[in-house]
């Protein structure tokens, strides 16, 4: 596993960050102190540093190290991950005038 320069520090607060790796290929930055709270467990191997997300109650098995997920401590997160907004309605502003019913030629009164 290259580690570049930029993988040593968050981009967004400066903290230090590591990096790890979800068994999907998706790569996540982690606080570098190991936390007893928290919210992954990661596992270092040869080829790199794994990590899984704990669910509420799990537990890490043997090997494995709890780390919190960046994400969650820093202050800039909003700006790792890009929040899930609920779709905002369509604004409506009435039917655009050009998907109205024309009126059809000769109809007009006379
Ligand atoms: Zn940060």
């Given at each position: 596993m290259v580690v570049s320069a930029k993988d040593k520090a968050c981009g967004s607060c400066g903290a230090?960050?590591?990096?790890?790796?979800?068994?999907?290929?998706?790569?996540?930055?982690?606080?570098?102190?190991?936390?007893?709270d928290g919210n992954v467990a990661v596992t270092e191997a040869l080829e790199g540093r794994y990590f899984r997300v704990l669910r509420d109650g799990e537990k890490p098995v043997d090997g494995e190290v709890r780390m919190f997920s960046h994400f969650m401590s820093c202050p800039f997160a909003d700006r790792h991950r890009r929040p899930r907004r609920r779709s905002q309605p369509a604004l409506d502003f009435g039917t655009p005038l050009w998907l109205l019913p024309r009126r059809p030629a000769g109809s007009v009164a006379s």
């Open positions: 230090s960050i590591v990096w790890a790796t979800s068994d999907k290929g998706h790569a996540m930055p982690l606080d570098p102190e190991p936390d007893g």
